[in-house]
């Protein structure tokens, strides 16, 4: 069965880091463009990053500079590594695949940037 799992959320200052995974399996990764979305109360589901295989990436202006989306196909696993964080950040943040008309979700991992 296809399954898309996120991990890595949590509570973290601003300014700080945070580095979030999404394991993935049942279906063939290396073919499908991996996305990351967040979204919070009151907001539209954002699409935040984006990357290809081998590795073309695009980036909300939001969080250019900040973010950046990596994959390890031997793994079957999408990364977003969170930088200088904002409490503007703080969204459940979720995982997808995409390839033409199939789309995977994952279930979504909190993030909550507070002081």
């Known amino acids: 069965q296809v399954q898309l799992v996120e991990s890595g959320g949590g509570l973290v200052q601003p300014g700080g880091s945070l580095r979030l995974s999404c394991a993935t399996s049942?279906?063939?990764?290396?073919?499908?463009?991996m996305r990351w979305y967040r979204q919070a109360p009151g907001k539209e589901r954002e699409l935040v990053a984006h990357?290809?295989?081998?590795?073309?990436?695009n980036y909300a202006d939001s969080v250019k500079g900040r973010f950046t989306i990596t994959r390890d196909n031997a793994k079957n696993t999408v990364y977003l590594q969170m930088n200088s964080l904002k409490a503007e950040d703080t969204d459940v943040y979720y995982c997808?695949?995409?390839?033409?008309?199939?789309?995977?979700w994952g279930q979504g991992t909190e993030v909550t940037v507070s002081s």
């Open positions: 997808s695949a995409v390839q033409w008309g199939t789309i995977y």
């Open positions: 049942g279906f063939s990764f290396r073919s499908y463009v």
């Open positions: 990357i290809t295989n081998p590795g073309s990436t």
